[in-house]
């Protein structure tokens, strides 16, 4: 009897293992639960907030304002569209007769500031090559003295015939109206690098500004 007892432990505890391991092997075959993933609808924020992370937002210039004064200039001598034409104070002679349609065969380019900047009724005379000095002064200027210079359309050689002005006071002139425009009184030439209000009242009767 006693042998008998001792197998039916032994069965009860191999049944016991057998059934723990068939509950292990059970819940190994069972697929793991994961969470859901949730598809959430996307609002009007979320939407602007994705665009502005994934477009490229170009950025156009701003167009130049037209804040320049407007002015208008006469053009005449030998250009192939003589006329007045309008131009902005940032504007140099080279400009407006490039507008003009260019210099005609017979103009004498050598007697024209092409550098200068333009200014309010200016009148811009290309002379033909032919021309003899007293004739380029003719009916240019109506209102002009033409016994005296006209300092804003001078050359470098009629600056240098002035009392006390050489070839660099000249040149500073000429580089001085190219960077800052014309002359709007003979008090701005004292602006003008090397040349004081003693050297502009040498030579003050023989210019006109403007």
């Known amino acids: ?6 197998y039916k432990w032994v069965l009860a505890l191999m049944l016991i293992l057998l059934f723990g391991t068939l509950l292990i092997l059970n819940k190994q075959d069972q697929p793991l639960s994961e969470t859901p993933l949730v598809n959430e609808p996307m609002t009007a924020t979320s939407l602007e907030q994705n665009e502005l992370n994934t477009e490229t937002v170009s950025i156009e210039a701003s167009p130049i304002s037209e804040d320049s004064t407007l002015m208008y200039v006469d053009v005449k001598g030998e250009v192939h569209q003589p006329g007045v034409y309008r131009v902005t104070e940032a504007m140099r002679i080279l400009d407006v007769i490039e507008d003009a349609g260019g210099f005609s065969d017979q103009a004498d380019v050598d007697q024209v500031n092409l550098a200068m900047k333009v200014y309010d ?3 811009i005379y290309v002379p ?16 002009q ?6 300092i ?5 050689e009629e600056l240098t015939t002035l009392s006390g002005i050489g070839e660099k006071k000249a040149e500073a002139i000429l580089k001085y109206m190219e960077l800052n425009g014309p002359f709007q009184s003979s008090d ?5 690098e090397g040349i004081g209000e003693k050297t502009v009242a040498n030579f003050l009767d023989q210019i006109q500004v403007p």
Do not use: C, F, G, W
Not at 1 to 6: C, I, N, W
Not at 128 to 143: A, I, M
């Open 1 to 6: 009897m006693s042998r008998l007892k001792e």
């Open 121 to 123: 009724e200016m009148v």
């Open 128 to 143: 033909n090559q032919h021309e003899t000095e007293q004739e380029k002064k003719l009916d240019l200027y109506p209102d």
């Open 145 to 150: 003295n033409h016994d005296k210079i006209r």
């Open 152 to 156: 804003n359309m001078a050359t470098k």
């Open 188 to 192: 701005d030439l004292t602006q003008v």
